[in-house]
């Protein structure tokens, strides 16, 4: 098969092609991966209901807090939310809506001035705030490392408080430094000011991490670094996500973020009040009102994209032909589908390539001798972002979607946008909390 950038623009546009290139085999490989993205999230589905038992205990808990300061100015006004165990919920909004004291008021840090607190089912609004704290892990915007302890010293920290055993906090702080992507051999020695921002914020997580705390809180820790080392760290954090699963709640002024790395986004206005509560796909299709709809934007369409899935109902299935068939087998195929173009797959349904009706015209040889290998394809957990990002960039008409290097179905543009289109429909606000 021969390889190229461009294949047919749909099933009843002309192909677009370019000079053949010699065989060159199979067609998927290393240099035809997609674009990089955010991982895909599953499809949205209902809203989440109040817990009704045991079971269904949520890990987090807010039942009407509200927090007031002395002067009357209201930070938090009687929030209610429920954060299921393993998830990971963010909260976003201006500045000055009161997701930090939020984050403060569950290891109480800062005392809400009502309502009640839950951690696992049990009411801790009046705990011991210290016994509390040393069941929550807190990763902060500045890292807030000690710089006279080696980072060793530091992921430590807790594990000490805790009085483990010099062996076990040993072994756990290696466990944690390999965690976060830091060799112990090579970092457990060295201090703070030894490390970039990135590291250090690494060494924050692990630290936070090191007494396998029962919630994580995190107060913007991405934000003090640049773009690049931002987004590889997010992408960090989902894959150590979906190792530990931990239940965390994320604040973040920036809503990309928040959109990428939630399960579920909670969006405060000023004075701490909730005007939606809703997993990323909701929340970019159903806004519950307007301020919700100016917050996450006017783009909110195209950020959706990144958080909907690639779904079976969303692809097509043109025509089919073996590398084998003859050149009149495939005219046959594609004429009797009405399409200009056909995907070439072997006999046990792995993608070889397409063939253009332009290319099939004229001669009786085989499809394998004007076939072309298939540069635009995404996996089948791809999410529609990525999928768009690979037909913007090999100038496609089309994607394949593979399972492995078998041939699913493909995505057009027309596809594409139908996809989205039956996304949003199958969505509606959820404006309350849990509770």
């Given amino acids: 098969m021969d390889a190229t950038a461009e294949h047919g623009d749909g099933r009843d546009g002309a192909a677009r092609e370019r000079a053949p290139e010699p065989a060159t085999g199979p067609a998927p490989g290393p240099a035809a991966r997609p674009a990089p993205g955010p991982a895909a999230r599953p499809a949205p589905g209902p ?60 290891n109480r840090l ?26 929550i892990g807190y990763v902060i915007q500045q890292v807030g490392l000690f710089p006279h302890q080696s980072i060793a010293e530091n992921v430590a920290t807790v594990p000490k408080l805790l009085g483990w055993d010099r062996r076990r906090i040993a072994a756990r702080v290696g466990e944690m430094l390999e965690l976060v992507g830091l060799d112990p051999k090579v970092y457990a020695r060295r201090y703070p000011h030894q490390l970039s921002g990135g590291q250090r914020q690494r060494v924050g997580v692990a630290r936070a991490l090191a007494a396998d705390p029962v919630v994580l ?12 080392a ?38 405060l206005s000023q004075g701490g009040r909730l005007e939606q509560y809703a997993d990323p796909a909701t929340l970019l299709g159903s806004p519950a009102n307007e301020f919700v709809a100016d917050f996450v934007g006017s783009d909110r369409g195209l950020k959706r994209l990144a958080v909907t899935s690639i779904s079976d109902v969303d692809l097509e299935h043109p025509p089919v032909v073996r590398p084998g068939d003859t050149l009149a087998a495939a005219r046959e195929a594609m004429a009797r589908d009405g399409a200009r173009w056909a995907v070439v797959v072997e006999e046990n349904g792995d993608l070889r390539g397409w063939l253009s009706a332009e290319r099939a015209a004229g001669g009786d040889g085989p499809v394998s001798e004007r076939g072309r290998r298939m540069a635009a394809w995404v996996p089948r957990d791809a999410t529609l972002n990525q999928a768009f990002s690979v037909m913007l960039q090999q100038e496609a008409g089309w994607v394949a979607v593979l399972d492995g290097s078998r041939l699913v179905g493909v995505l057009t543009p027309e596809s594409l946008h139908a996809a989205l289109r039956r996304s949003v429909d199958s969505t509606e606000p959820e404006t309350a909390g849990a509770v």
């Fill in 217 to 228: 809180l995190m107060d913007e820790p991405f934000s003090a670094i640049d773009p690049i």
């Fill in 47 to 106: 809203a989440a209901e109040p817990a009704t038992g045991p079971a269904a205990e949520p890990a987090i808990r807010l039942d009407r807090v509200r927090k007031q300061y002395p002067d009357g100015t209201v930070a938090v006004h009687e929030l209610s939310l429920d954060v299921p165990a393993g998830e990971m919920c963010m909260l976003v909004g201006p500045s000055g809506c009161g997701k930090t004291t939020v984050l403060k008021m569950i």
């Fill in 230 to 267: 931002r987004g590889r760290l997010q992408g960090e954090f989902l894959r150590l996500q979906a190792e530990v699963r931990k239940t965390v709640v994320f604040v973040t002024h920036d809503i990309d973020e928040a959109i990428r790395l939630g399960d579920r986004v909670a969006v």
């Fill in 110 to 135: 800062i005392e809400p001035t009502s309502g009640r607190l839950f951690l696992t089912g049990e009411d801790v609004t009046r705990a011991d705030p210290v016994k509390l704290r040393r069941r």
